[in-house]
């Protein structure tokens, strides 16, 4: 049996010493480490995919926190059952999570559950500090970029141009232009 570690951290200016310290300590044979963010899918993240491909039956997967390894219950339940498949157990140093004990196991769900419990109410704050900002005319959004190009869309178009093509050089949809024109006929009507 091998002890494997998989360190990440979201972005490029943060360090990867202290979780590569901790996985160190707890005697893996190998790190494998990025900088990617963990919303990203496991075929995005290389070094946890070509390590989730590297293990054997027997062997440990090591890690420092569960949110190092996945964002979602789903996605940490997948990555689990991958393990299982494969007869390799999972461990979490500041957690004391084991999952090759039913205690492990059973921990390990009710943190994912915390996580993902943790990362909704973020984004009900999140919603609720937008409406609060809308209601004082303080938030307005991302200004619409389209139709302020109406004109240049109905003037390209009556110069020949296909609709894909005005898109590509206003930097902008087609399905802004669609619209656009939907509009200027309604407009003539």
């Known amino acids: ?19 590569r310290e901790a996985l160190l300590a707890a005697s893996c ?4 480490e990025e900088k990617v963010s963990g919303q990203a899918s496991t075929d995005d993240r290389k070094e946890l995919s070509t390590l989730l491909e590297f293990l054997r039956e027997g062997d440990c997967l090591v890690v420092t926190r569960i949110d190092r390894l996945a964002r979602s219950v789903k996605h940490l339940q997948d990555i689990v ?12 140093t500041e957690q ?8 492990g196991k059973a ?16 984004k009900e704050r ?3 500090g937008i409406a609060k900002a809308k209601l004082k005319g303080i938030y307005k959004g991302r200004k619409p970029i389209a139709q302020e ?18 898109a590509d050089q206003l930097g902008i949809g087609i399905a ?3 619209r656009i024109l939907k509009n200027s006929k309604a407009a003539t009507v």
């Open 1 to 19: 049996m091998k002890t494997y570690g998989y360190a990440r951290v979201s972005t490029e200016d943060q360090d990867l010493t202290i979780q």
């Open 176 to 178: 802004s232009v669609y």
């Open 81 to 92: 059952h991958q393990l299982k498949e494969k007869g390799v157990s999972l461990r979490v």
């Open 107 to 122: 921990f390990f769900d009710m943190l994912g559950v915390f996580a993902e419990f943790e990362t909704n109410l973020r």
């Open 149 to 166: 190009k109406s004109d240049q869309v109905l003037q390209l178009i009556g110069d020949g141009l296909k609709r894909q093509e005005v």
């Open 126 to 128: 999140q919603a609720e």
């Open 29 to 32: 044979y190998s790190v494998r």
């Open 96 to 103: 004391q999570v084991d999952t090759s004990t039913a205690a």
